[in-house]
Nanobody, 121 residues
Framework: VQLQASGGGLVQAGGSLRLYCVAS????????MGWYSQAPGKQRELVAV???????NYRDSVKGRFTISRDNAKNTVYLQMNNLKPEDTAVYYC????????????????WGQGTQVTVSS
């Protein structure tokens, strides 16, 4: 299984970016999908998570600015980031809990490679 994240870049404060992450490989079902950020010198933190049925949860600092969504048919999760602030600058990683085999209900956690988001003031 692989998670491929894309969509990062350099944007001015107040601008927007849309991240997306595609899961591929041996996949039976994907549970929670989410985005985490890691700023230089800091720990990786949850930005937003979405369940298979659309239940969402956001970090307080991004509520009202970021929107997470998913397309189960495409094994893809999106993060629409609006009104970006310099403090949003970080590497963003996608995450997914994936069931790989029909004979097992076990789910494993997978991470994408990260995509850089830089917001200039």
């Amino acid at each position: 299984v692989q998670l491929q994240a894309s969509g990062g870049g350099l944007v001015q404060a107040g601008g927007s970016l849309r991240l997306y992450c595609v899961a591929s490989g041996s996949i039976v079902l994907i549970g929670d999908m989410g985005w985490y950020s890691q700023a230089p010198g800091k720990q990786r933190e949850l930005v937003a998570v979405i369940g298979r049925t659309g239940r969402t949860n956001y970090r307080d600092s991004v509520k009202g600015r970021f929107t997470i969504s998913r397309d189960n048919a495409k094994n893809t999760v999106y993060l629409q980031m609006n009104n970006l602030k310099p403090e949003d600058t970080a590497v963003y990683y996608c995450h997914a809990d994936i069931r790989q085999y029909e004979y097992s209900t076990r789910r494993l956690a997978y991470w994408g490679q990260g995509t850089q988001v830089t917001v200039s003031s």
